[in-house]
């Protein structure tokens, strides 16, 4: 199993990110990209941005699924990876639990030796549960079961974090000091990236990370 989970930046921002997944793929296979996240359902313009994007990761090519049924009647083990894009996390659990997808991606990664890229959205997914993320998104699809992957050993994730305005960033940071009393959490920034295999949890990355636990921050560094 080896996740990778980016704080949801692009560009030469996040070039560590994909030079690992370079390192780590079968070249031969495509990439399979899932852009449920994204609130535009028509998911226009998503397939050109992740071409653009992972150019200078050799593959066979990507294929983007655009509706659930596809997704479900895709064998994971063809494709080099999963690559999940972002955008709202609550919009993008709902669809993976609602199709079965869910189950089916954490199969591949437990017990198929799987290999998935998360960005933003489908990087805090495979945290504990979506509270970290409260004051980002909006739940408009009703998600009750805000259940993610739980691979970061009980810790919930927040992405983007200290790479936007000061104020929101204050904001997620007093939400986080609250919410840690009960749930720990780790918020990252744009440039950072969380590397999750069997031997363990490492962090990736130029910038300072955090780690939210029993109401107190701490800063840490990769």
């Known amino acids: 199993m080896t996740l990778i989970l980016n704080g949801g930046g692009d ?86 639990k609602t199709s079965g997808a869910f189950e089916k991606i954490r199969k591949y990664l437990m017990e198929e030796n799987g290999i998935v890229y998360g960005g933003s959205a489908g990087a805090i997914i495979f945290g504990k549960d979506l509270d970290s993320c409260n004051t980002d998104d909006d739940n408009e699809v009703g998600l009750v079961d805000h259940t993610g992957f739980n691979m970061l050993g009980g810790y919930s994730l927040l992405c983007h974090y200290t790479s936007r305005e000061p104020v929101r960033t204050e904001l997620s940071r ?22 999750v295999t069997d031997g363990g949890i490492r962090f990736i990355g130029p910038r300072p990370y955090y780690e939210f636990i029993n109401g107190k921050e701490y800063e840490r560094f990769c």
């Not at 009960?182 to 918020?187: F, G, L, R």
């Open 11 to 96: 560009g030469q921002a996040v070039a560590s990110a994909r030079q690992l997944l370079n390192s780590i793929i079968d070249h031969s296979r495509k990439i399979l990209y899932l852009p449920f996240a994204w609130p535009d359902p028509t998911y226009r313009g998503c397939l050109e941005f992740m071409t653009g994007e992972l150019s200078d990761v050799d593959k066979a090519g990507i294929e983007m699924v655009t509706t659930l049924e596809e997704l479900m009647s895709r064998n994971f083990k063809d494709y080099a990876c999963l690559y999940i894009g972002g955008g709202n996390t609550y919009k993008l659990l709902n669809d993976l």
């Open 174 to 195: 007093r939400y986080l000091l609250e919410l840690s009393k009960a749930k720990p959490a780790y918020a990252i920034p744009e440039e950072d990236t969380i590397c």
